[in-house]
T-cell receptor
Framework: AQTVTQSQPEMSVQEAETVTLSCTYD???????LFWYKQPPSRQMILVIR??????QNATENRFSVNFQKAAKSFSLKISDSQLGDAAMYFC????????????????FGTGTLLAVQP | NAGVTQTPKFQVLKTGQSMTLQCAQD?????MSWYRQDPGMGLRLIHY???????DQGEVPNGYNVSRSTTEDFPLRLLSAAPSQTSVYFC?????????????FGEGSRLTVL
């Protein structure tokens, strides 16, 4: 079974600085997707960024980028120029690829990292 | 466009009571699912559906029941609430059953069982 581990329960960053959130996963599958979701105090789950395992290039969305190390099974999220609105719980999630049967839309979540942004 | 709508947003139950969490989406999504979120445990899949009339169990299905009579609605029923079911519940949907598209979440329902 696949597992997702986020080893940092809490992180803090100064406004305008850069922070990296860690995520590791375990899988025997070769085709999968990785996600970072943001959950602000409103509880709404917001997709931040997505990475397809077959793509070597790291995904980027504005100030958010990932460092995807497939061999090491590592998927960290870098937030540049941190803003007060980035304060939230961040979840790393895994989903099996299209070549695997069953509930391939099933997301397996890590336990989350609570990010505080200091003004 | 409302997206994924969950009701109620807050509910307090006594042990043994039953209730239904409602989930509706207006995006014509085939795939719908229910997750529960507990502190220190992330989100865990309870049940999911790949279309009207088709449901299946997720990781933590015990104590919950679902049905999918229409594409739009996917209610989650607690048959006899227990304190262990105190949690925040999220409904999520996506257009494709096995696609690469985004999973859209509702705003969550906080349930307390006394």
């Amino acid at each position: 079974a696949q597992t997702v581990t986020q080893s940092q329960p809490e992180m803090s960053v100064q406004e305008a600085e850069t922070v990296t959130l860690s995520c590791t996963y375990d899988t025997s599958e070769s085709d999968y997707y990785l996600f970072w979701y943001k959950q602000p105090p409103s509880r709404q789950m917001i997709l931040v960024i997505r990475q397809e395992a077959y793509k070597q290039q790291n995904a980027t969305e504005n100030r958010f980028s990932v460092n995807f190390q497939k061999a090491a099974k590592s998927f960290s999220l870098k937030i540049s120029d941190s803003q007060l609105g980035d304060a939230a719980m961040y979840f790393c999630a895994y989903r099996s690829g299209l070549n695997y049967g069953g509930a391939t839309n099933k997301l397996i979540f890590g336990t989350g990292t609570l990010l505080a942004v200091q003004p | 466009n409302a997206g994924v709508t969950q009701t109620p947003k807050f509910q307090v139950l006594k042990t043994g009571q039953s209730m239904t969490l409602q989930c509706a989406q207006d995006m014509n999504h085939e795939y719908m699912s229910w997750y529960r979120q507990d502190p220190g445990m992330g989100l865990r899949l309870i049940h999911y559906s790949v279309g009207a009339g088709i449901t299946d169990q997720g990781e933590v299905p015990n104590g919950y029941n679902v049905s999918r009579s229409t594409t739009e609605d996917f209610p989650l029923r607690l048959l006899s609430a227990a304190p262990s079911q105190t949690s925040v519940y999220f409904c999520a949907s996506s257009y494709e059953v096995r696609g690469t598209g985004e999973l859209f979440f509702g705003e969550g329902s906080r349930l307390t069982v006394l």
